[in-house]
């Protein structure tokens, strides 16, 4: 088992997944570690994902642990086994780590939905929109840590194109559309970008109104992504500490709810593209 410096959210999940079977099973890692004839310490880092796991081996575990979910147990050992790197990993050591861990997931996940508040989603940011928020937030980054961060934002479109899209659901606040960010020529441009996106298919977009009555949820943004299994799911949540990785099934369970309360105040499909046009025209 190779140990990790530094794990991936991907490879903590899985550590984290095969953890849950254990205690399912009703096992410590001392018994399941005396199985393998490893030791406790060498179990501890694969649930930790500090250690590399075979997908032979967690068939093995399955097996052990009495577990009979064969889409589970094939799930986590295509995990196991995926050694493809990706784009995002050109960004290593370049970018902070959770940069890279979004990406990625992303980048694996069946369906995304996002609800956004203040800001465009970074998904549909134009250049100059990504620029001028990073900016405006981390105003002592020098350009030389500035553009690899709109690089990056702008290459984690790499889902919503080409041959097999991932499918893209998106809630944006009125606000966030309205707002100046820079100037009118940038908010215009960024605008028409979304209505590009909309018209090509790669986004499903709706509109909370600025005056629509009952909405409460200025702090429900989110970007929940779909797992191959409803097991694996996975939200993504911004915090005072940094994004947040969700994947217990309470959490994930009290998010969807709130997914769909926040949907019923938003504007149909075809509304938010006529509401999107207008806002524009009126620039």
């Given at each position: 088992?190779?140990?990790?410096?530094?794990?991936?959210?991907?490879?903590?999940?899985?550590?984290?997944?095969?953890?849950?079977?254990?205690?399912?099973?009703?096992?410590?890692?001392?018994?399941?570690?005396?199985?393998?004839?490893?030791?406790?310490?060498?179990?501890?880092?694969?649930?930790a994902g500090i250690a590399a796991v075979s997908a032979e081996r967690i068939r093995r575990l399955a097996a052990h642990y009495a577990c009979t979910?064969?889409?589970?147990?094939?799930?986590?050992?295509?995990?196991?086994?995926?050694?493809?790197?990706?784009?995002?990993?050109?960004?290593?050591?370049?970018?902070?780590?959770?940069?890279?861990?979004?990406?990625?997931?992303?980048?694996?996940?069946?369906?995304?939905?996002?609800?956004?508040?203040?800001?465009?989603?970074?998904?549909?940011?134009?250049?100059?929109?990504?620029?001028?928020?990073?900016?405006?937030?981390?105003?002592?980054?020098?350009?030389?840590?500035?553009?690899?961060?709109?690089?990056?934002?702008?290459?984690?479109?790499?889902?919503?194109?080409?041959?097999?899209?991932?499918?893209?659901?998106?809630?944006?606040?009125?606000?966030?559309?309205?707002?100046?960010?820079?100037?009118?020529?940038?908010?215009?441009?960024?605008?028409?970008?979304?209505?590009?996106?909309?018209?090509?298919?790669?986004?499903?977009?709706?509109?909370?109104?600025?005056?629509?009555?009952?909405?409460?949820?200025?702090?429900?943004?989110?970007?929940?992504?779909?797992?191959?299994?409803?097991?694996?799911?996975?939200?993504?949540?911004?915090?005072?500490?940094?994004?947040?990785?969700?994947?217990?099934?309470?959490?994930?369970?009290?998010?969807?709810?709130?997914?769909?309360?926040?949907?019923?105040?938003?504007?149909?499909?075809?509304?938010?593209?006529?509401?999107?046009?207008?806002?524009?025209?009126?620039?």
């Amino acid at each position: 088992m190779a140990a990790r410096n530094h794990p991936t959210a991907r490879q903590v999940r899985l550590g984290a997944e095969l953890r849950k079977l254990r205690e399912a099973a009703g096992f410590k890692a001392r018994e399941v570690a005396a199985f393998l004839n490893s030791t406790s310490a060498q179990m501890s880092q694969v649930e930790a994902g500090i250690a590399a796991v075979s997908a032979e081996r967690i068939r093995r575990l399955a097996a052990h642990y009495a577990c009979t979910d064969e889409a589970l147990i094939d799930a986590l050992a295509a995990m196991a086994g995926d050694r493809t790197r990706g784009w995002w990993d050109e960004y290593r050591g370049v970018l902070p780590q959770v940069n890279l861990d979004v990406a990625e997931a992303e980048h694996h996940a069946t369906h995304l939905r996002e609800i956004v508040i203040t800001h465009v989603p970074g998904l549909l940011q134009t250049p100059d929109y990504a620029r001028t928020v990073f900016r405006y937030m981390r105003p002592e980054l020098p350009d030389s840590e500035v553009e690899p961060r709109v690089e990056h934002r702008l290459r984690r479109r790499a889902v919503l194109e080409g041959d097999s899209p991932t499918p893209y659901e998106t809630i944006v606040h009125e606000f966030a559309l309205r707002v100046r960010i820079a100037d009118r020529q940038a908010s215009l441009a960024q605008l028409r970008w979304i209505l590009d996106q909309i018209e090509q298919g790669r986004t499903t977009l709706r509109v909370i109104p600025i005056d629509q009555d009952g909405f409460a949820g200025a702090g429900a943004s989110m970007m929940y992504m779909d797992g191959p299994l409803p097991q694996l799911d996975t939200c993504l949540r911004d915090t005072p500490t940094g994004t947040a990785f969700i994947d217990t099934e309470p959490q994930l369970a009290q998010l969807r709810t709130l997914f769909r309360r926040v949907e019923k105040a938003t504007l149909t499909p075809a509304a938010s593209r006529d509401f999107i046009h207008r806002l524009a025209k009126d620039l």
